[in-house]
């Protein structure tokens, strides 16, 4: 395994859950939940004769970003495609739930500086959602994240993380966004019903998943920059991240809730606004919406570089927050 | 259906565990495996244990593992491999890369 300081440099999208999860805290801090010496491997994958792995097919763990405790999970996409069955889900829950006791617990020991030792949640997503061998386990899975999330609302901040490659779809892409925070790289991959699925059922007219660029520029970090479903876009590096991380844990709680793009009646009626523009605006590609935000030669965003296209892409302007 | 489980137990002279406590190296991505390695108290025995959907290669998994154990002199370690059709090459490659992690002087990874 790499060090920490080569993971730094090192491109998001070529490394492993483990790698990724030790290298979204500071140097040297983190340590792993039920790691693989601790043999949790599914018990329904044996009987179909299926391959077992004993994390699961994630790594969750704790670390620090200065002086917050950060509860990681993160999904191995190499791994079943980081689809969520039982174990998996239990040890994503489970985090969640140690990150909420440890906010009651610095809150007790610390009254007066609780803010600065907030702990966080991040959760770096390489999924296709449900784990169909293990469906119902996989879906309960699904609905006690989301329980979760709701649980720290307010308390804790909920920070996705989405550049691996294999992206975060299904039941995850409901669960990617409902957290706080969306921080995301060109190569990341947010959606809910992936691109060969579409394909699948409303045939190559509709979506032809074989064209990559057509499947980037509608589901990838740069459009969903464009249309703020992710707040952040980040180089392709374990670094990247990671330092974009720490500039999020600098911020108050409250301007974190800024970030969440649904969540109340507010937010849902700015979304509600987006399905009337869809239907207004009649938009073959994802690239007329670009246009439509001020981008006059959208074409030009697709290859640029990411450090350019943030100085020059116009975004959705948001209403709230 | 159900997972083939091979298990063997070796014993050579002059054996020699790993520098770590345990270490475990590598994803059960499809065509790929996980290893982890267990230092114990063996009597200087090697006791390694397969999982794998993979059936009627018993033979073949017998001849990479025995290879590994023998040519490295392995003692007092347990090995446990979770397989995903992984090719004997990619098994040997796997097994050679989890004992120069479990052997790594400074502190790495887990």
Redesign the interface.
């Known amino acids: 395994?790499?060090?920490w300081d080569e993971l730094q440099k090192a491109k998001f999208t070529e490394t492993?859950?483990?790698?990724r999860a030790?290298g979204l805290v500071d140097k040297?801090t983190f340590t792993?939940f039920v790691?693989?010496?601790d043999r949790m491997?599914s018990p329904h994958?044996?009987?179909?004769?299926?391959?077992?792995?004993?994390d699961d097919?994630v790594v969750t763990g704790i670390g620090l970003i200065g002086k917050r405790p950060v509860f990681v999970v993160s999904q191995?996409g190499?791994?079943i495609g980081g689809a969520v069955g039982e174990v998996h889900g239990a040890k994503m829950v489970q985090a969640i739930k140690l990150a909420l006791k440890a906010y009651e617990d610095v809150k007790e020991k610390y009254p007066d500086s609780y803010e600065e030792r907030l702990p966080a949640v991040v959760i770096s997503f390489e999924t296709g959602g449900v784990r169909l061998h293990e469906s119902n386990a996989g879906l309960l899975a699904h609905a006690e994240v989301m329980d979760q999330i709701q649980d720290a609302r307010g308390k804790i901040p909920i920070i996705a993380v989405i550049g691996s490659k294999v992206g975060c779809f299904g039941g995850m892409g409901f669960v990617g966004a409902a957290t706080d925070v969306v921080i995301m790289s060109e190569q990341g991959r947010l959606g809910l019903t992936g691109p060969e699925v579409i394909e699948q059922e409303m045939g190559k007219d509709e979506f032809d998943a074989s064209n990559k660029a057509l499947v980037f520029r509608t589901t990838g970090g740069k459009h969903k920059y464009i249309m703020q479903d992710a707040n952040f876009l980040v180089k392709d590096t374990v670094g990247g991240f990671y330092q974009q991380l720490q500039e999020v844990m600098k911020l108050p709680f409250a301007e974190i809730e800024k970030f969440r793009r649904i969540g109340s009646k507010e937010l849902v009626e700015e979304q509600l606004e987006l399905v009337k523009l869809a239907v207004e605006l009649g938009a073959k590609d994802s690239m007329d919406v670009w246009k439509y935000y001020g981008n006059e030669d959208p074409a030009k965003l697709v290859d640029m570089g990411p450090e350019e296209f943030l100085k020059v892409a116009k975004r959705r302007e948001r209403k709230l927050g | 259906m159900a997972l083939n489980e091979l298990n063997f137990k070796y014993k050579v002279e002059n054996p020699q565990s790993i520098a770590k406590e345990y270490s475990h190296l590598g994803v059960v991505g499809s065509g790929d495996l996980e290893v982890l390695m267990e230092k114990k108290d063996f009597g200087g025995g090697t006791e390694v244990k397969v999982v794998t959907p993979v059936t009627g290669f018993d033979k073949v998994w017998e001849m990479v593992v025995t290879k590994f154990v023998k040519g490295n002199n392995l003692g007092d370690l347990l090995i446990e491999i979770n397989d995903n059709n992984a090719t004997p090459v990619v098994v040997s490659m796997r097994l050679r890369q989890a004992l120069a992690e479990a052997n790594k002087k400074e502190k790495g990874g887990e």
């Open positions: 395994m790499l060090s492993n859950a483990r790698e030790f040297g792993e790691s693989p010496r491997p994958l044996p009987v179909l004769g299926e391959a077992i792995g004993y097919g191995e190499r791994f």
